[in-house]
Protein backbone atom coordinates (compact mmCIF):
# COMPACT_ATOMS: atom_id res chain seq x y z
CA UNK A 1 0.00 0.00 0.00
CA UNK A 2 2.41 2.09 0.52
CA UNK A 3 4.02 1.50 -3.03
CA UNK A 4 0.45 1.97 -4.26
CA UNK A 5 0.42 5.63 -2.60
CA UNK A 6 3.37 6.80 -4.18
CA UNK A 7 1.86 5.56 -7.68
CA UNK A 8 -1.44 7.37 -6.70
CA UNK A 9 0.64 10.63 -6.46
CA UNK A 10 3.01 10.10 -9.80
CA UNK A 11 -0.65 9.02 -11.46
CA UNK A 12 -2.76 11.82 -10.06
CA UNK A 13 -0.17 14.68 -10.16
CA UNK A 14 -2.80 17.53 -9.74
CA UNK A 15 -3.01 16.08 -5.90
CA UNK A 16 -0.45 15.95 -2.91
CA UNK A 17 -0.94 13.14 -1.24
CA UNK A 18 -3.22 9.87 -1.20
CA UNK A 19 -6.45 10.05 0.18
CA UNK A 20 -6.27 10.13 3.75
CA UNK A 21 -7.90 6.87 4.09
CA UNK A 22 -6.45 4.94 1.41
CA UNK A 23 -4.11 2.25 2.87
CA UNK A 24 -6.87 1.84 5.48
CA UNK A 25 -9.29 1.12 3.54
CA UNK A 26 -7.52 -1.85 1.95
CA UNK A 27 -7.05 -5.22 3.03
CA UNK A 28 -5.48 -8.10 1.75
CA UNK A 29 -6.75 -11.71 2.19
CA UNK A 30 -6.25 -15.36 1.16
CA UNK A 31 -9.06 -15.86 -0.80
CA UNK A 32 -7.64 -20.07 -2.13
CA UNK A 33 -4.63 -22.56 -0.96
CA UNK A 34 -4.10 -25.27 -3.68
CA UNK A 35 -2.48 -28.44 -2.78
CA UNK A 36 0.79 -30.28 -4.64
CA UNK A 37 3.30 -27.00 -4.91
CA UNK A 38 1.51 -24.73 -2.55
CA UNK A 39 -0.21 -21.94 -4.72
CA UNK A 40 -1.90 -19.22 -2.40
CA UNK A 41 -4.14 -16.60 -3.66
CA UNK A 42 -4.85 -13.24 -2.37
CA UNK A 43 -7.27 -10.69 -3.23
CA UNK A 44 -7.07 -6.95 -2.18
CA UNK A 45 -10.06 -5.57 -1.05
CA UNK A 46 -12.06 -2.28 -0.57
CA UNK A 47 -13.68 -1.69 2.54
CA UNK A 48 -15.77 1.04 0.69
CA UNK A 49 -15.87 -0.62 -3.20
CA UNK A 50 -18.38 2.36 -4.17
CA UNK A 51 -15.39 5.10 -4.27
CA UNK A 52 -12.84 2.94 -6.09
CA UNK A 53 -13.59 3.54 -9.96
CA UNK A 54 -13.85 7.77 -8.80
CA UNK A 55 -10.72 7.78 -7.08
CA UNK A 56 -8.12 5.90 -9.64
CA UNK A 57 -7.31 4.10 -6.51
CA UNK A 58 -7.92 0.75 -7.76
CA UNK A 59 -5.77 1.48 -10.59
CA UNK A 60 -3.00 2.33 -8.66
CA UNK A 61 -3.24 -0.34 -6.62
CA UNK A 62 -2.70 -2.61 -9.74
CA UNK A 63 0.31 -0.78 -11.01
CA UNK A 64 1.82 -1.43 -7.32
CA UNK A 65 1.17 -4.90 -7.40
CA UNK A 66 2.97 -5.12 -11.19
CA UNK A 67 6.14 -2.66 -10.27
CA UNK A 68 6.01 -5.39 -6.89
CA UNK A 69 6.20 -8.83 -9.33
CA UNK A 70 8.57 -6.77 -11.84
CA UNK A 71 10.71 -6.40 -8.53
CA UNK A 72 10.88 -9.73 -7.09
CA UNK A 73 11.75 -11.02 -10.88
CA UNK A 74 14.94 -8.46 -10.91
CA UNK A 75 12.77 -6.83 -13.81
CA UNK A 76 11.73 -3.76 -12.72
CA UNK A 77 13.22 -0.55 -14.77
CA UNK A 78 16.47 1.49 -12.87
CA UNK A 79 14.23 4.84 -12.02
CA UNK A 80 11.19 2.65 -10.51
CA UNK A 81 13.86 -0.08 -9.14
CA UNK A 82 15.34 2.95 -7.14
CA UNK A 83 11.95 4.64 -5.68
CA UNK A 84 10.54 1.63 -5.02
CA UNK A 85 13.02 -0.36 -4.18
CA UNK A 86 13.68 2.14 -1.20
CA UNK A 87 9.70 1.20 0.41
CA UNK A 88 11.18 -2.70 -0.03
CA UNK A 89 14.46 -2.52 0.96
CA UNK A 90 14.35 -3.30 4.69
CA UNK A 91 12.63 -6.26 4.20
CA UNK A 92 14.63 -7.60 1.60
CA UNK A 93 17.42 -9.88 3.35
CA UNK A 94 14.73 -11.63 5.32
CA UNK A 95 12.42 -12.19 2.28
CA UNK A 96 13.35 -15.43 0.87
CA UNK A 97 16.10 -16.03 3.21
CA UNK A 98 15.81 -19.85 3.83
CA UNK A 99 14.76 -20.70 0.18
CA UNK A 100 17.28 -23.53 -0.85
CA UNK A 101 19.05 -23.87 -4.11
CA UNK A 102 16.00 -25.06 -6.42
CA UNK A 103 13.45 -23.84 -4.60
CA UNK A 104 11.53 -20.77 -5.63
CA UNK A 105 8.92 -18.37 -5.42
CA UNK A 106 6.51 -17.18 -7.90
CA UNK A 107 4.44 -14.36 -8.51
CA UNK A 108 1.45 -13.51 -10.71
CA UNK A 109 -0.73 -11.10 -11.26
CA UNK A 110 -3.54 -10.88 -13.68
CA UNK A 111 -0.78 -8.90 -16.52
CA UNK A 112 2.83 -10.16 -14.82
CA UNK A 113 4.82 -12.78 -13.75
CA UNK A 114 8.41 -13.32 -12.07
CA UNK A 115 10.23 -15.72 -10.16
CA UNK A 116 12.29 -15.17 -7.02
CA UNK A 117 14.79 -17.37 -6.11
CA UNK A 118 18.22 -17.01 -4.37
CA UNK A 119 20.29 -16.02 -7.07
CA UNK A 120 17.91 -13.36 -7.77
CA UNK A 121 17.38 -12.20 -4.35
CA UNK A 122 21.19 -12.01 -4.00
CA UNK A 123 20.99 -9.49 -7.44
CA UNK A 124 18.73 -7.65 -5.66
CA UNK A 125 20.62 -7.20 -2.23
CA UNK A 126 23.32 -6.20 -4.10
CA UNK A 127 22.04 -3.62 -6.65
CA UNK A 128 19.68 -2.17 -3.55
CA UNK A 129 23.03 -1.46 -1.29
CA UNK A 130 24.73 0.48 -3.78
CA UNK A 131 23.55 3.92 -4.61
CA UNK A 132 25.15 7.18 -6.16
CA UNK A 133 24.53 10.42 -4.23
CA UNK A 134 26.09 14.04 -4.48
CA UNK A 135 29.18 14.55 -1.94
CA UNK A 136 31.52 16.99 -0.75
CA UNK A 137 34.72 16.33 0.52
CA UNK A 138 37.42 18.35 2.14
CA UNK A 139 40.93 16.42 1.98
CA UNK A 140 44.22 15.86 -0.14
CA UNK A 141 45.19 14.78 -2.96
CA UNK A 142 48.06 11.98 -2.51
CA UNK A 143 48.50 9.95 -5.75
CA UNK A 144 47.90 10.08 -8.84
CA UNK A 145 47.35 7.04 -11.45
CA UNK A 146 47.88 8.59 -15.23
CA UNK A 147 47.30 5.26 -16.44
CA UNK A 148 43.82 4.46 -14.52
CA UNK A 149 42.75 8.77 -15.21
CA UNK A 150 42.39 8.24 -11.50
CA UNK A 151 43.88 9.99 -8.26
CA UNK A 152 43.64 8.77 -4.40
CA UNK A 153 41.86 11.77 -1.91
CA UNK A 154 43.14 11.54 1.66
CA UNK A 155 40.50 12.83 3.55
CA UNK A 156 39.28 12.87 7.38
CA UNK A 157 35.67 11.95 9.06
CA UNK A 158 34.31 11.49 12.51
CA UNK A 159 38.74 11.81 13.28
CA UNK A 160 39.32 8.90 11.10
CA UNK A 161 41.17 8.81 8.28
CA UNK A 162 39.99 7.53 4.68
CA UNK A 163 41.18 7.50 1.19
CA UNK A 164 38.87 7.41 -1.90
CA UNK A 165 39.43 7.15 -5.70
CA UNK A 166 38.38 9.55 -7.53
CA UNK A 167 38.11 9.56 -11.61
CA UNK A 168 40.00 12.59 -13.20
CA UNK A 169 37.59 15.26 -14.13
CA UNK A 170 39.49 16.92 -17.70
CA UNK A 171 37.88 20.03 -16.68
CA UNK A 172 40.49 20.26 -13.24
CA UNK A 173 43.50 18.10 -14.38
CA UNK A 174 45.93 21.32 -13.88
CA UNK A 175 44.81 22.34 -10.30
CA UNK A 176 44.88 18.38 -9.81
CA UNK A 177 48.17 18.41 -10.48
CA UNK A 178 49.01 21.37 -8.69
CA UNK A 179 47.22 19.90 -5.54
CA UNK A 180 49.60 16.98 -5.78
CA UNK A 181 52.89 19.38 -6.04
CA UNK A 182 52.05 21.49 -3.38
CA UNK A 183 53.19 19.81 0.55
CA UNK A 184 50.03 20.12 2.53
CA UNK A 185 47.11 21.36 0.03
CA UNK A 186 44.35 21.25 1.04
CA UNK A 187 41.35 20.90 -1.31
CA UNK A 188 37.74 20.55 -1.68
CA UNK A 189 35.89 18.37 -4.20
CA UNK A 190 32.17 17.66 -5.10
CA UNK A 191 30.66 15.26 -7.04
CA UNK A 192 29.40 11.83 -7.41
CA UNK A 193 29.74 9.01 -5.22
CA UNK A 194 29.86 6.13 -5.02
CA UNK A 195 28.02 3.85 -2.01
CA UNK A 196 28.07 0.38 -1.33
CA UNK A 197 26.63 -0.49 2.16
CA UNK A 198 26.06 3.32 3.23
CA UNK A 199 30.23 3.36 2.49
CA UNK A 200 31.55 5.46 0.03
CA UNK A 201 33.54 3.57 -2.95
CA UNK A 202 34.63 5.85 -5.46
CA UNK A 203 33.72 9.14 -7.14
CA UNK A 204 33.26 8.82 -10.42
CA UNK A 205 32.75 12.13 -11.83
CA UNK A 206 33.88 15.76 -10.45
CA UNK A 207 30.97 18.64 -10.30
CA UNK A 208 33.91 21.18 -8.19
CA UNK A 209 37.46 21.00 -7.50
CA UNK A 210 39.04 23.85 -5.41
CA UNK A 211 42.63 24.67 -4.38
CA UNK A 212 41.89 26.06 -0.71
CA UNK A 213 43.54 28.37 1.27
CA UNK A 214 45.05 27.52 4.44
CA UNK A 215 42.66 29.24 6.32
CA UNK A 216 39.77 28.67 4.23
CA UNK A 217 37.16 29.22 7.27
CA UNK A 218 34.63 25.99 5.57
CA UNK A 219 37.42 24.00 5.56
CA UNK A 220 38.71 24.54 8.62
CA UNK A 221 35.20 24.75 10.06
CA UNK A 222 34.80 21.52 9.04
CA UNK A 223 38.14 19.93 10.03
CA UNK A 224 37.66 21.06 13.67
CA UNK A 225 34.65 18.63 13.53
CA UNK A 226 36.87 15.85 13.59
CA UNK A 227 38.86 16.53 17.15
CA UNK A 228 38.24 15.10 19.52
CA UNK A 229 37.81 15.60 23.76
CA UNK A 230 41.33 15.64 24.92
CA UNK A 231 42.88 17.30 22.23
CA UNK A 232 44.56 20.23 24.94
CA UNK A 233 46.90 18.79 28.06
CA UNK A 234 44.28 15.87 27.83
CA UNK A 235 40.97 17.24 29.00
CA UNK A 236 40.52 20.40 26.00
CA UNK A 237 37.26 20.05 25.18
CA UNK A 238 36.11 19.31 21.30
CA UNK A 239 33.62 21.51 19.52
CA UNK A 240 30.16 20.83 18.99
CA UNK A 241 29.45 19.50 15.32
CA UNK A 242 26.07 20.99 15.41
CA UNK A 243 27.52 24.73 16.41
CA UNK A 244 30.27 24.56 13.70
CA UNK A 245 27.75 23.90 10.91
CA UNK A 246 25.71 26.83 11.69
CA UNK A 247 28.78 28.60 12.45
CA UNK A 248 29.90 27.64 8.84
CA UNK A 249 26.58 28.79 7.42
CA UNK A 250 26.76 32.03 8.91
CA UNK A 251 30.29 32.80 7.10
CA UNK A 252 29.06 31.80 4.08
CA UNK A 253 26.10 34.16 3.93
CA UNK A 254 27.15 37.41 5.84
CA UNK A 255 31.13 37.60 6.11
CA UNK A 256 32.54 39.90 2.91
CA UNK A 257 36.40 39.78 4.01
CA UNK A 258 37.33 37.42 1.67
CA UNK A 259 40.40 38.81 1.11
CA UNK A 260 41.69 38.93 5.15
CA UNK A 261 40.23 35.42 6.17
CA UNK A 262 40.36 34.31 10.26
CA UNK A 263 43.31 32.30 11.62
CA UNK A 264 40.66 29.66 13.08
CA UNK A 265 41.61 27.99 16.56
CA UNK A 266 39.27 25.69 18.85
CA UNK A 267 39.69 26.63 22.74
CA UNK A 268 39.75 24.17 25.61
CA UNK A 269 36.47 24.56 26.75
CA UNK A 270 35.43 23.45 23.17
CA UNK A 271 34.64 27.20 22.04
CA UNK A 272 36.60 28.99 19.13
CA UNK A 273 38.57 32.03 18.85
CA UNK A 274 39.25 33.73 15.14
CA UNK A 275 42.01 36.13 14.88
CA UNK A 276 43.28 38.92 12.62
CA UNK A 277 45.76 41.04 11.67
CA UNK A 278 44.17 44.42 10.76
CA UNK A 279 46.32 47.69 10.16
CA UNK A 280 47.91 48.57 13.03
CA UNK A 281 46.13 46.39 15.12
CA UNK A 282 45.27 42.22 15.98
CA UNK A 283 41.75 41.22 16.40
CA UNK A 284 40.69 38.19 18.70
CA UNK A 285 37.09 37.55 18.81
CA UNK A 286 35.96 34.42 20.89
CA UNK A 287 32.91 32.46 19.75
CA UNK A 288 30.41 30.64 22.21
CA UNK A 289 29.90 27.57 19.94
CA UNK A 290 26.24 26.99 21.41
CA UNK A 291 24.79 30.55 21.87
CA UNK A 292 27.25 32.33 18.54
CA UNK A 293 27.75 35.40 21.07
CA UNK A 294 31.27 36.67 20.20
CA UNK A 295 33.71 38.75 22.28
CA UNK A 296 35.86 40.93 20.04
CA UNK A 297 38.76 42.48 21.18
CA UNK A 298 40.74 44.80 18.95
CA UNK A 299 44.82 45.05 20.02
CA UNK A 300 46.57 48.02 19.88
CA UNK A 301 49.63 48.95 20.69
CA UNK A 302 48.86 51.42 22.79
CA UNK A 303 45.14 50.41 24.05
CA UNK A 304 42.67 47.56 23.59
CA UNK A 305 39.11 48.39 22.74
CA UNK A 306 36.05 45.34 23.20
CA UNK A 307 32.67 44.68 21.27
CA UNK A 308 30.15 42.46 21.90
CA UNK A 309 29.11 41.02 19.07
CA UNK A 310 25.61 38.77 18.50
CA UNK A 311 26.53 36.19 15.29
CA UNK A 312 22.90 35.58 14.98
CA UNK A 313 22.44 39.04 13.53
CA UNK A 314 23.34 39.92 10.07
CA UNK A 315 24.19 43.76 11.63
CA UNK A 316 26.36 42.21 13.82
CA UNK A 317 27.88 40.59 10.37
CA UNK A 318 28.15 43.85 9.38
CA UNK A 319 30.02 44.97 12.44
CA UNK A 320 32.53 42.38 12.13
CA UNK A 321 33.05 43.28 8.74
CA UNK A 322 33.07 46.76 9.53
CA UNK A 323 35.96 46.27 11.78
CA UNK A 324 38.17 44.25 9.37
CA UNK A 325 38.04 47.00 7.20
CA UNK A 326 38.85 49.15 9.49
CA UNK A 327 35.65 51.61 9.13
CA UNK A 328 33.79 50.70 12.22
CA UNK B 1 68.84 33.07 34.32
CA UNK B 2 68.43 36.36 33.01
CA UNK B 3 65.97 39.09 30.89
CA UNK B 4 67.38 36.51 27.73
CA UNK B 5 66.52 33.27 29.18
CA UNK B 6 64.13 31.88 26.81
CA UNK B 7 61.17 30.87 28.55
CA UNK B 8 59.97 27.02 26.71
CA UNK B 9 56.22 26.52 25.75
CA UNK B 10 55.16 23.25 24.09
CA UNK B 11 52.03 24.24 21.17
CA UNK B 12 49.70 21.98 20.13
CA UNK B 13 49.24 21.44 16.01
CA UNK B 14 45.58 22.75 16.33
CA UNK B 15 47.10 26.26 17.57
CA UNK B 16 49.18 26.63 14.35
CA UNK B 17 47.48 27.70 11.30
CA UNK B 18 49.45 28.54 8.37
CA UNK B 19 52.03 29.29 10.43
CA UNK B 20 50.13 31.65 12.82
CA UNK B 21 50.27 30.77 17.26
CA UNK B 22 47.12 31.20 18.45
CA UNK B 23 47.64 33.67 21.61
CA UNK B 24 46.30 31.45 23.55
CA UNK B 25 49.86 29.51 23.51
CA UNK B 26 51.19 31.83 25.44
CA UNK B 27 47.73 32.46 27.83
CA UNK B 28 46.89 30.21 31.17
CA UNK B 29 44.15 28.14 31.20
CA UNK B 30 43.17 27.84 34.07
CA UNK B 31 44.56 29.76 37.01
CA UNK B 32 46.57 32.55 36.52
CA UNK B 33 49.85 30.99 35.99
CA UNK B 34 51.33 29.90 32.48
CA UNK B 35 53.88 27.28 32.62
CA UNK B 36 56.73 27.23 31.05
CA UNK B 37 59.94 25.70 31.12
CA UNK B 38 63.39 27.33 32.04
CA UNK B 39 65.04 27.20 28.82
CA UNK B 40 68.98 27.48 30.61
CA UNK B 41 68.51 24.44 32.41
CA UNK B 42 66.59 22.19 29.43
CA UNK B 43 66.49 22.11 25.87
CA UNK B 44 63.82 22.61 23.75
CA UNK B 45 63.93 18.45 22.41
CA UNK B 46 64.17 17.72 25.99
CA UNK B 47 61.13 19.79 27.44
CA UNK B 48 59.47 18.21 24.25
CA UNK B 49 59.91 14.53 25.45
CA UNK B 50 58.87 15.61 28.82
CA UNK B 51 55.96 17.18 28.00
CA UNK B 52 54.59 14.30 25.68
CA UNK B 53 57.11 11.05 27.18
CA UNK B 54 56.18 11.92 30.97
CA UNK B 55 53.31 14.38 31.15
CA UNK B 56 51.77 12.24 28.12
CA UNK B 57 50.72 15.36 26.37
CA UNK B 58 50.45 16.06 22.38
CA UNK B 59 52.63 18.85 20.85
CA UNK B 60 53.29 19.70 17.80
CA UNK B 61 56.61 21.76 18.81
CA UNK B 62 58.11 24.04 21.05
CA UNK B 63 58.48 27.91 20.99
CA UNK B 64 59.73 30.75 23.53
CA UNK B 65 59.33 33.86 24.75
CA UNK B 66 62.43 35.38 27.09
CA UNK B 67 62.15 37.29 30.44
CA UNK B 68 62.17 40.31 29.12
CA UNK B 69 59.04 40.09 26.53
CA UNK B 70 57.06 38.88 29.62
CA UNK B 71 57.81 41.84 31.70
CA UNK B 72 57.80 43.73 28.54
CA UNK B 73 54.04 42.74 29.01
CA UNK B 74 54.36 44.11 33.06
CA UNK B 75 53.84 40.18 33.90
CA UNK B 76 55.55 38.81 36.53
CA UNK B 77 58.04 35.87 36.49
CA UNK B 78 57.97 33.39 39.68
CA UNK B 79 60.54 30.75 39.88
CA UNK B 80 58.51 28.18 41.35
CA UNK B 81 60.32 25.03 40.21
CA UNK B 82 57.69 22.84 40.86
CA UNK B 83 55.96 20.13 39.86
CA UNK B 84 59.48 19.75 37.77
CA UNK B 85 62.91 21.28 38.47
CA UNK B 86 62.54 23.23 35.16
CA UNK B 87 59.21 24.86 35.91
CA UNK B 88 58.96 28.54 35.66
CA UNK B 89 55.88 30.19 36.11
CA UNK B 90 55.00 33.60 34.10
CA UNK B 91 52.25 35.32 36.41
CA UNK B 92 49.22 36.31 34.55
CA UNK B 93 47.28 37.50 38.51
CA UNK B 94 45.11 40.40 38.74
CA UNK B 95 45.14 40.64 35.06
CA UNK B 96 41.35 40.90 33.19
CA UNK B 97 40.28 38.81 30.57
CA UNK B 98 40.81 41.34 27.83
CA UNK B 99 44.32 42.10 29.10
CA UNK B 100 44.94 38.42 29.30
CA UNK B 101 43.96 38.21 25.41
CA UNK B 102 45.98 41.23 24.90
CA UNK B 103 48.93 40.48 26.58
CA UNK B 104 49.11 36.83 25.19
CA UNK B 105 48.56 37.99 21.71
CA UNK B 106 51.91 40.03 22.34
CA UNK B 107 53.76 37.37 23.56
CA UNK B 108 52.68 34.49 21.01
CA UNK B 109 53.74 37.12 18.24
CA UNK B 110 57.73 37.38 19.87
CA UNK B 111 57.33 33.72 19.39
CA UNK B 112 56.27 33.29 16.07
CA UNK B 113 59.03 35.66 15.25
CA UNK B 114 61.52 33.83 17.15
CA UNK B 115 60.04 30.57 15.09
CA UNK B 116 60.32 26.96 16.15
CA UNK B 117 62.84 25.75 18.71
CA UNK B 118 62.20 21.98 18.49
CA UNK B 119 59.53 20.06 16.05
CA UNK B 120 59.38 16.61 15.91
CA UNK B 121 60.53 14.41 12.83
Known amino acids: MDIASEVFIEENPERERAPRNF ?52 DLEEDKFKKRGARIKPHLRLFGQSLLDGEWMEFSSNNKKSIYDQEIRHKLI ?21 KSETFRLHYMEKGRERRVNVTLGADYKDSIHTAL ?14 FKDQKLQKIEKIDDFQLLDPRDIQFKL ?19 AE ?22 YPTPEGNLELEWSITDADVILGIDIDSLIGDLLIIYDDKDIQYDLNLNTSSDWKKLNDILKGVY | MDGNTILLRQVVSDWIVDGRL ?7 FSGDRLSTYDGD ?30 EGQNLGIIEDRVPYREHISVNFQGVGSGGRRSKSRKLASCAEYRGCLYKPD
Open chain 1, 23 to 74: KKNYYLSMTDLTGGSTVVEFTISNRIPQQVFESGEEKSIEIAIDDFIDYWGN
Open chain 1, 126 to 146: EKSTEYNDEIEIYGEVQELDN
Open chain 1, 181 to 194: KEDNQKVFVRGTGN
Open chain 1, 222 to 240: NDLKNLGDGWFENTGKAPS
Open chain 1, 243 to 264: GLTKLSELFDAYYTEDRNLPYI
Open chain 2, 22 to 28: SSQAFRP
Open chain 2, 41 to 70: MISPEETYRHYTEVLCNKSAGVFGITCNEV
